[in-house]
């Protein structure tokens, strides 16, 4: 049922996951052509009524589940958890993102696991990793975001009275996803580079993820004793970078902040004296006067609506952007020509829908061929997965 042309054909990943992050980091690995086995209590995977749906479908786990085998298993009962095993003896990868211990009251421990299966490289995600003080708490992705820093950078400089808003998607639990996706990659071709290594244990949380994300800043502050403050839509690494209104009302996004960039940038909006200002030649120079620059550019995109001022800035060849909502990405015409924006036919919904593709492209298969299904029903492959790839008489 896999694509023998994608990268990952031949590896084999068992999820035992919930939510978010775990069945992020197991759908990258099944859009690239790994065999991933989605095992879910028999009331499903709780994501599975997250946000719009279809007749009781969610849309959003049309995506989060596609390209993966479904089986149904009740793992607090015996038999689930010997059927587990069992997938476990031939799988090289296992992700999972219960709490801390959880596997290890349930008999499903890594040492059990490795002494089934040596080679077995397990991923655990979870909010704030395997061991520390916090071990223990619960954690979703916004405690990942408070935690990890971003959050304290989200607010707008000045405003106190509200609170600093969340990136608006589940940015903890995906970057959490493609490290750990990253980390069974790496793991497993350790594994066969070497063919008397080990399976290992691999532990990525919420908050670390996020704080890895935190460039400069921890050595800034043991250094210097600096705390970043927020900058709104700027940085104070580098300038200009920031959003600008423009005439519609409609906001501009704009990058110059390169040293020929920023040259090119000046002329286009008429600022030549800019252009060769001396204190603006370098980044460290352009950082210590933003303001004056990111005034500069807004009094130009003022006079402007915004694919105007886009236009403008594109023919220069600034980096720019209007900001996109949801539709104007699905009507883009890079995102079309790229297959970025998919359609895709589900038949649990009986619905043609759009789907993002893969993020990642290889030369000589195109887009659709890695979206080989979208999420299937709780249990939908039993009869494959346990008769067919593990020769049990009884599917489930």
Known sequence: MTEPRLPLHGLKVVELGHYIAGPFAARLLADMGAEVIKVEPPEGDPHRGWGSQ????????????????????????????????????????????????????????????????????????????????????????????????????????????????????????????????????????????????????????????????????????????????????ALPTAAPTNTYLCADGKWLCVGGNSDL??????????????????????????????????????????????????AVLTAAEVPVSRLYDMRDCAEDPHFRARRTVMEVRDPLLDRTLLHPAPPFRFDGIEPPEMVRWTAPAVGAHDAHVFGELLGEDRPA
């Open 54 to 233: 279809v007749d009781g479908h969610a849309v959003w786990f049309s995506i989060h589940g596609r390209n993966k085998l479904c089986v149904a298993l009740d793992l607090k009962s015996p038999e689930g958890r010997a059927k587990v095993k069992r997938l476990l003896a031939r799988a090289d990868a296992l992700i999972e993102n219960f709490r801390p211990g959880y596997l290890e009251r349930i008999g499903l421990g890594p040492d059990v696991l490795h002494a089934l299966n040596p080679k077995l490289v397990i991923a655990r995600v979870s909010g704030f990793g395997q061991d520390g003080p916090y071990r223990d708490k619960p954690a979703f992705g916004s405690i990942g975001e408070a935690m990890g820093g971003i959050r304290h950078l989200t607010a707008t400089p000045g405003v106190t009275v509200h609170p600093p808003p969340r990136c608006g998607v589940s940015i903890s639990d995906d970057v959490a996803g493609m490290y750990a996706a990253m980390a069974v990659l790496g793991c497993c071709w350790r594994i066969k580079a070497d063919p008397s290594a080990r399976g290992r244990v691999i532990d990525v949380d919420l908050v670390s993820s996020v704080f890895s994300l935190m460039e400069g800043m921890l050595p800034e502050y043991g250094l210097f004793g600096w705390v970043r403050q927020p900058q709104g839509a």
């Open 261 to 310: 960039i920023y040259r090119r940038l000046m002329l286009a909006i008429g600022r030549p004296g800019l252009a060769e200002d001396p204190r603006m030649a370098t980044n460290i120079g352009r950082c210590a006067h933003a303001g004056e620059l990111d005034a500069a550019i807004e009094a130009w995109t003022r006079t402007l609506p915004a694919a105007e001022a886009e």
